[in-house]
């Protein structure tokens, strides 16, 4: 699984809206699309937030750890 579809399934999972996760991250509805679409990168800064808000770890997000 690829960072874009752990970001996908864990918006999903929480029944949250891209809006929701744009503005934890400080970006537009369109610019969270964007990155969970492949058209745009994730930005280190912006994985850290994504991480601490769900409560994983980077590894985990990224798809190098199942837990």
């Given at each position: 699984m690829n960072y874009r579809d752990r970001?996908?399934?864990?918006r999903e999972d929480r029944d949250l809206t891209q809006q929701q996760i744009a503005g934890i991250i400080h970006k537009s509805q369109q610019g969270y699309s964007h990155i969970e679409s492949g058209r745009a990168e994730l930005k280190i800064d912006d994985?850290?937030?994504?991480?601490?808000?769900?409560?994983?770890?980077?590894?985990?997000?990224?798809?190098?750890?199942?837990?």
């Open positions: 970001m996908r399934e864990l994985l850290i937030k994504l991480c601490d808000f769900y409560g994983v770890s980077a590894d985990y997000f990224i798809g190098r750890a199942e837990k």
